[in-house]
């Protein structure tokens, strides 16, 4: 029986060789079987520099040097989430086909009009592009794709684990679908994969309707390949001695950072700019050049572009303080360490955070996280005593180590990304019938949760005059709107995503600030903002205003909560840490003290009945138990029952009526199955890049899809309620 590398062409024969290396990797080895000897899908999964690359390309490149293709078009099409990483693996499939003549074509933003053109003239080899060029590609030359493509016989799928549950996901399974149905067969399909906790996620994600048919190529862990801290601070009164927690962690990222590259997420954009502000002054007081820069939204497109092309281009040290603004689809190049300032709010957007580390060989990824708690006094807020903002970073990053990120919602209607590609597909085409738009989008691609009914209300939604993104021609045609040309011969509209929206906060006719906001607020809830607890009185969506006024309901927390939904495992795995005595080795002697705090004071909470406990009079706190999605749910519907909320990590904070009766009387309700109106006080439903094109009526059953859990609510109260 021949080996894995015997199998291979000689080429690349050569090239492993010339290399040094006395072996394929055994995942390297294992996929050159599965794609040298069947035509199955496959999922290699491996950490940062395991190999993966290698994994895909050399059986494939193999199969293209010993069996070329008749047809014309790309033989073998990468897609990746990155400039960077296309750049990079172009440079790397250069080398290895150095002595044949099958072209390499790296395809995206900075990429120069001549490579394009050259490569559309005569379309073969391998494609490197992004899915926005791929989009692209299907707008400006939809009737070419069967050219260019005619000869694919695999598409390559990198970052496999980053695009599960987004937008940008969708639209990727949207785009091969398109691909397939354009070329009349299927295309053998292969994702590359950092390894997660279930691999049957993938295996849907990457061929929804016959997973079980996709193989996997899983490495087995080797030597550690990630470094990480978490360090904890206490921010003091004023009044205290020595550094203030911002400053010692200005300084322990100047000490730390400097003379590399990085990036350090640090939340919304006014830490971003006080955190760069103390860098820059660190710089001034060292008499060292300046080489920590802000990053954010509101900064001009020039200070962006400069500090992304100082990142890329490696010429001199450069940190960027960002918000999640360079967390995805921004070349800026490899860096050293990925620095986090307080939880991400999901594991994913960690995971994806930190792989922008570690992608040299042999280097490891570095994590450098920071979490800010309140010092405590005698009227703090029950969620500074229980550290929620450190214990869910300990949640997330004990998740991450353990492969986990969170799973698609399977239910979710994903109407934003629809809206998109419905303007995609009429470009592409020039027009199609409203029927044979449905097969392709719900029936067999990836909106299957959108029925009939309900394609049809958004067809007519995007086709009112007011709307005008889309007509309908004499003879049915579905055909693009003034306004919907102008949409899509826009760059931007290529990208499905986009970062959280900032609203402004306003109260008595002040602006006090901007605060991302990616979760459902109404007028009657209660948020956080500048150390200080304000009232929402209303919610002003499309104009991204909430009007606030100050809220008496006690001192606020330090930790008012990120932007985001909260997965119910990440809030399983913070009572696991409450609840828990293990002390992780990855914690400084702060963090390890402000933990034991933590899990004193939750071992105090009074919870009776259920899991109710009385704060005063007029106020309680519930353990949820479970994410954002149903917290959030339960917080709305308690507001329709005239109660004021603050909603935190598995916790609801409830004031108003006079006492603990009334609350338990609103929860047996809902625990009854009273029907409650959630949309009753106006919350905010504009999450996603084109929701503002659907009406408030789409816009409420797309947030009941993927933000909000009605049918859970008698199930949830009913657990508080120790009722199970």
Known sequence: MSTAFDKLARPIQKWIRQQGWKELRDIQARATNVLMDGNRDLIVAASTAGGKTEAAFLPLLSQLLDEPSEDSG???????????????????????????????TPWHGDVSSSVKAKATKRPRGVLLITPESLEALFIRRGLEIPRLFGATRAVILDELHSVLDSERGIQMRSLLTRLEIALKRPIRRVGLSATLGDMELAKAYLRPDSPSEVEQVIAESGSAELQLQL????????????????????????????????????????????????????????????????????????????????????????????????????DIGDVTCVGQIGAPFSVASLRQRLGRSGRRPGKPAI?????????????????????LGMVRAIAMIELLLEGWCEPPQREALHLSTLVHQILSVIAERGGIRAQQLYGILCQIGPFRQVDTQLFLDVLRTLGHPETALIEQASDGLLLLGEMGENLVEHYSFYAVFQTPEEYRLISGGKELGTLPIDNMIAPGMLLIFSRRR??????????????????????????GGDPGNIHDRVIERMFDVLKGQKRPIYLDPTALELLDEARSNYGQLQFDPGRIAQLSDNAAVIATKTGSVRTTTLALALRANGFTVQTHDGFLEVFGKDNSPELIDALSALADGKEVDL??????????????????????????????????????????????
């Open 74 to 104: 790309f033989d073998v099409l990468y897609v990746a989430p990155l400039k960077a990483l296309i750049t990079d693996q172009a440079r790397r499939l250069e080398d290895i086909c150095r002595d044949t003549d099958l072209p390499i």
């Open 679 to 724: 949309f009753a006080h106006s919350p905010n439903l504009l999450f996603e890049k084109f929701h503002p094109h659907l009406t408030e009526e789409l816009l409420q059953k797309d947030a009941l899809s993927a933000h909000l859990d009605a049918s859970g609510l008698a199930e949830l109260t009913s657990s508080i309620l120790g009722r199970d």
């Open 367 to 387: 994590l450098r996280q920071y979490a800010v708690e309140a010092k405590l006094t005698p009227t703090s807020n029950f969620s500074d005593r229980l550290r």
């Open 231 to 330: 360090r904890g601070y206490v921010a003091g009164d004023k009044d205290d001695e020595g550094p203030s927690a911002t400053d010692a962690i200005a300084q322990h990222l100047f000490e730390h950072l400097r003379g590399s590259d990085n990036l350090v997420f640090g939340g919304a954009r006014q830490a971003v700019e006080i955190y760069s502000d103390r860098l820059r002054a660190l710089c001034e007081k060292e008499h060292l050049p300046q080489e920590f820069y802000p990053h954010h939204a509101s900064l001009s497109r020039e200070h962006r572009d400069f500090v992304e092309r100082r990142l890329k281009d490696g010429t001199a040290p450069t940190t960027a303080i960002c918000t999640s603004t360079l967390e995805l689809g921004i």
């Open 534 to 559: 304000w009232l929402v009185q209303e919610v002003l969506d499309r104009d991204r205003v909430i009007m606030v006024a100050p809220a008496k309901a006690g001192v606020p927390p330090i930790f």
